[in-house]
């Protein structure tokens, strides 16, 4: 399998400033260390807690956050060193499908300039081919022309993340951030946004990572699966070898969270308290705190990656 990107040892401090005298009081600590690989053609599911970095390591790789350090590396160019002009280049061919397809549509706009806005922003002028890609764009994500006549108030939320998914993949992208696209939509209609991302993805060739805090949901659409916690990769596997044989006691609890007809009776860790500060946080395995397993040294020295099988690494000494 070829690798789209490469992420190296990537921060993301943001720092906290005194409004008064704007002194940097301390930081952010959202993203430490993250090392992860995302192949071409895959979808990599990313999960983790509300609050455990996946939106800001989504941002950082589409380059619309800067990250504190590390490398991005883009078919062997990290998008760290690139100008503003190469970036917008990048930007043609990795876009965002957000959670809130309510914030993410401008109100004044009708589908059809929603959809045109992007050709006009990387200067393409041709109008019969920008109607005609438009077109061709509407169909695919399983809508009628006549909605582009429409504002995207007239839409229920499922239809108006269909428009945003339009608006995303027009330019034809390799690459699509999807953030928590269905966690705002009716259970109902969860599934038809599943399936249409999945249709895009088999048609258009695109790469995924597709980011969100339901296991279920990461189950169903997920080629390789990637747990974050506090800013770090704790574990990384392709889907089976996951569900089989997941390692990381935090893993385990966040499928303890999801209900099975089959666990009943079964002994479950199930996670304890809140997650830890991310101003402060904790010192050696950073899940050492709420851990059923922990060690005297995951207090002390955090753990590195072991290597399970060629495809699956752990971040626990459990895996020494
Ligand atoms: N622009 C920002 N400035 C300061 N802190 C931020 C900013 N964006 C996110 N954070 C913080 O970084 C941490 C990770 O946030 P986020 O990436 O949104 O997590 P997730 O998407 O997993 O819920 C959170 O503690 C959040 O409050
Ligand atoms: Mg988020």
Redesign the pocket.
Known sequence: MKNLFEIKNLNMH?PIVDGFLGNIKGY?Y?LNGVNLTIQENEILGLV?E???????LGNCILRLLTPTSGEIIFKNENLLNKSKKELKEFRKSAQLIFQNPFMSLDPKMKVYDILKEPFIIHGYKDKNEINKKIRQIISLTGMDEEVLERYPHEFSGGQRQRIAIARAIILSPEFIVADEPVSALDVSIQAQIINLLLKLKENLNLTMLFISHDLSIIKYISDRIAV?YLGEIVEIATKDEFFKNHKHPYSEALLNAVPTISDEGKKKIILQGELPS?QNPPKGCKFHTRCPYVMDKCKSESPQFYEVNPNHKVKCFLCE
Do not use: D, L, P, Y
């Open positions: 943001f952010v959202a983790g509300s609050g455990s970095g996946k939106s800001t974050m991310v």
